[in-house]
C-alpha cells in the first residue's frame, strides 16, 4: 500500500468520474462548440454568481491570463510573499506580462488591507513602477491551507478600489475554504475582478481550471488563452470530470480536513516535531526539532511506503485528499505514533 501525501494533485479520477468522462456530449470547443465545456463554465459562474467563465488546462494557465488581463508590462502586483503565482508559476508574471512583483510578509500566506495600502506605489511618482493589481490565494499553499476571513476581503476590496487597482483571486483550493468557513462562493464573486478555481486537486478531476469575470473581461480572456496554447478541441471529456467533481466531491472535503488535523494532533504530541502550523483544511506544515534532519525522516516514512514533501526552510508538508482513504489514515497515525 503505497500512500502518498506529498499534494492533493495526485489524485486519480474514480470508476464513477470515468464513465461521466466517458459519456460526455463533445464538440469543438475551439469554436466554442462544446456543449460539456459550455454546461461546466455557466455552473461554475452560477456558483459565484458572476457573469462568465473560461475552461482552462491548468490553474497556472488561469493565473497568467488573469495577471496578463489586468496589468501592462512595466506594472506591478502586489502579493504575498509565498505566493503560487510568484513561486511556483516559473516566473510567468515576468515571462508573460512584464510585471514585477511586490512581495508582502503575510501571516501563514495571508495580507492584509493595511499592508496592501502601504505598498501602493503613488502614481504620480514616475520611478516606481505603477500598482495596478493586488493577488490573494485563498487557501494558502505554502501558507498550509488558511482561509481568508470575509471581512478581510471586505477591507482589501474597498482598498482596491479606492486605489484603482484590480483585485484577482487564485482560488486553486477555493472548494476547501467554502467548505471549512461555510462561506458563500457568491461573496467572493462580488469582491473579486476574478478568480481562478481548480478542479484537479481537493475535487479529484484529472485536468482543469475555470476562470471568472465579468462577460468582457472572460471575452478578452479568450484571446490570451490562445496566445498561451490553451485552446483545445473536444475538452468536454475534461469539462465532464470537473462537473462530475463539483456535483459528487465537494462534500467530501470535509473528510479531508479532518484527517489533516488528526495527523497533526499526533504530531504536536512528538518530542522530535519542533512545530505543527494550524490547520483549518487538509493541508499540514510541521517543522522537526534541529538535531533532526528532514531528509532523513522523509526517507524513513518512504521506508513504510509514506511519501511526503519539504517545503523549503525546514517545513514539512503532508496533504490529504480524496485517494487518501481511511484505512490509510489510519496506518500513517499507526506509523508516526511508532516513530
Known amino acids: 500500500m503505497q500512500i502518498n ?17 466517458f459519456n460526455a456530449d463533445v464538440g469543438d470547443d475551439v469554436y466554442k462548440e462544446d456543449p460539456s465545456v459550455i454546461e461546466l463554465e455557466e455552473r461554475v459562474a ?3 454568481g458572476m457573469e462568465a467563465a473560461l475552461f482552462f488546462p491548468s490553474g497556472t494557465m488561469a493565473n497568467q491570463t488573469a495577471i496578463k488581463l489586468h496589468t501592462q508590462p512595466g506594472e506591478q502586483l502586489i502579493a ?28 501563514r500566506g495571508m495580507i492584509t488591507a493595511e499592508q496592501i495600502e502601504g505598498a501602493i506605489n503613488k502614481p504620480d511618482f514616475y520611478h516606481s513602477p505603477l500598482t495596478s493589481l493586488v493577488c490573494l490565494e485563498n487557501t494558502t499553499n505554502i501558507g498550509g491551507g488558511a482561509c481568508y476571513e470575509m471581512e478581510e476581503l ?6 482596491c478600489e479606492a486605489n484603482n487597482l484590480k483585485l484577482h483571486l487564485d482560488g486553486a483550493r477555493i472548494w476547501n475554504a467554502l467548505v471549512a468557513k461555510r462561506q458563500n462562493p457568491k461573496d467572493f464573486g462580488r469582491i473579486f475582478d476574478t478568480i481562478s ?14 476562470l471568472l469575470g465579468d462577460k468582457k473581461t472572460i471575452q478578452r480572456a ?38 489533516a488535523k488528526e495527523l497533526a494532533n499526533i504530531l504536536k504530541k512528538k518530542s522530535w516535531v519542533a512545530s505543527v502550523e494550524p490547520v483549518e483544511t487538509n493541508i499540514l506544515i510541521f517543522s522537526l526539532v534541529p538535531e533532526y534532519n528532514d531528509e532523513t525522516f522523509i526517507e524513513k516514512l518512504k521506508q513504510k511506503n509514506i511519501s511526503i514533501s519539504s517545503v523549503g526552510n525546514r517545513k514539512l508538508r503532508m496533504v490529504t485528499h480524496l485517494d487518501y482513504r481511511e484505512v490509510m489514515h489510519t496506518y500513517v497515525i499507526e506509523s508516526l505514533s511508532k516513530l
Open 197 to 210: 478555481v481548480c478542479f484537479s486537486k481537493g475535487l479529484g478531476a484529472p485536468v482543469g481550471s475555470v
Open 222 to 259: 479568450l484571446r490570451i488563452r490562445k496566445v498561451l496554447g490553451g485552446a483545445m478541441r473536444q475538452s468536454g471529456y475534461l469539462a465532464a470530470g470537473a462537473i462530475y467533481a463539483l456535483e459528487n466531491n465537494i462534500k467530501l472535503l470535509t473528510e479531508d480536513h479532518r484527517r
Open 46 to 48: 452560477a456558483v459565484f
Open 5 to 21: 501525501l506529498v499534494s492533493d494533485t495526485v489524485t486519480k479520477p474514480s470508476y464513477e468520474m470515468l464513465q461521466y468522462m
Open 154 to 159: 471586505e477591507k482589501i476590496k474597498a482598498v
Open 80 to 107: 504575498d510573499k509565498y505566493s503560487h503565482i510568484f513561486h511556483f508559476e516559473a516566473g510567468g508574471v515576468s515571462f508573460n506580462s512584464g510585471v514585477s512583483c511586490c512581495l508582502l510578509e503575510g501571516n
